[in-house]
């Protein structure tokens, strides 16, 4: 392999002004001269040693996640990042390789074979460790009635059944009612990042973490993410008589390009 001179600019984003030296050493030295010395040993297998140090410390983090993401762009394929895990998990002891493989599976996911679905995989993961409640599994119930990419992790299925709903930047989903003869409706709690709550003929709310929106049942309304940040909010469904979701028509990118210019300007 030709050699490749790394260049790292991770140090000096994070930590320049704080600790420049630390930011030095690990963009300079770290990723400038040893990382950068694939004449002596391929970036493959650096990526291979690196994952298994981290892994072994139980380091898994986002420094972890940029490492397997790494992995994957130096050639280590899906079979053999599970097999090194696998072989790894021995040694460094099974838990550990349980939380390598909940990050690993995001980054060789079955759909990544382009770029575009590992940056999707990856940023999924990132926005996981913003929040306390799991992003749980594609909403492909639902999906009939969302724009874009939502994840559902149901929360509590008694008492007051309450969700996480997960939404990729610019999802939404279609106009709705919560119908209910009496009591129902719904209420939601911002969980991360920045998304949208619209009844029709208002204007569209912001819903950031810890905004609480009421929908009184028999309302029309959509909710969603911005279009620049992922979101996640706790549905709950407020108890009620003779209650049915009536889904409606969808948010259309004019409509929706026309509210983020409304909110900005
Ligand atoms: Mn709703």
């Known amino acids: 392999m030709a050699q490749q001179k790394i260049i790292q600019t991770a140090g000096r984003d994070a930590l320049g002004e704080f600790a420049p030296e630390f930011a030095r050493l690990n963009d300079d030295v770290l990723f400038g001269e040893v990382w950068s010395r694939n004449h002596l040993l391929s970036l493959r297998d650096r990526s291979l040693i690196t994952v298994v140090a981290l892994m072994s410390q139980g380091i898994t983090d986002s420094s972890l996640l940029h490492h397997l993401q790494n992995a994957k762009k130096n050639g280590i394929t899906r079979t053999e990042i599970a097999e090194i895990i696998t072989h790894a998990a021995f040694y460094a002891g099974w838990p550990k390789a349980w939380a390598t493989f909940r990050l690993a599976k995001d980054v060789w996911n079955e759909e990544a074979d382009?770029?575009?679905?590992?940056?999707?995989?990856?940023?999924?993961?990132?926005?996981?460790?913003?929040?306390?409640?799991?992003?749980?599994?594609?909403?492909?119930?639902?999906?009939?009635?969302?724009?874009?990419?939502?994840?559902?992790?149901?929360?509590?299925?008694?008492?007051?059944?309450?969700?996480?709903?997960?939404?990729?930047?610019?999802?939404?989903?279609?106009?709705?009612?919560?119908?209910?003869?009496?009591?129902?409706?719904?209420?939601?709690?911002?969980?991360?990042?920045?998304?949208?709550?619209?009844?029709?003929?208002?204007?569209?709310?912001?819903?950031?973490?810890?905004?609480?929106?009421?929908?009184?049942?028999?309302?029309?309304?959509?909710?969603?993410?911005?279009?620049?940040?992922?979101?996640?909010?706790?549905?709950?469904?407020?108890p009620g008589e003779n209650t049915e979701n009536v889904w409606l028509a969808p948010v259309t990118d004019e409509q929706y390009d026309q509210l983020e210019t409304i909110i900005k300007n």
């Open 114 to 238: 382009n770029a575009d679905n590992t940056a999707d995989a990856g940023a999924r993961a990132q926005f996981q460790r913003e929040m306390i409640f799991p992003i749980g599994e594609p909403n492909t119930a639902y999906a009939q009635y969302f724009i874009g990419n939502s994840y559902l992790a149901p929360l509590s299925s008694e008492q007051v059944i309450v969700s996480n709903v997960t939404f990729e930047p610019r999802c939404r989903n279609n106009w709705h009612v919560h119908k209910a003869t009496k009591g129902g409706g719904q209420m939601l709690i911002g969980v991360a990042g920045r998304g949208w709550y619209q009844e029709e003929g208002k204007a569209a709310v912001e819903i950031l973490p810890g905004t609480v929106i009421h929908i009184p049942a028999n309302v029309k309304h959509w909710h969603g993410a911005a279009a620049d940040s992922w979101f996640a909010h706790l549905a709950f469904s407020v």
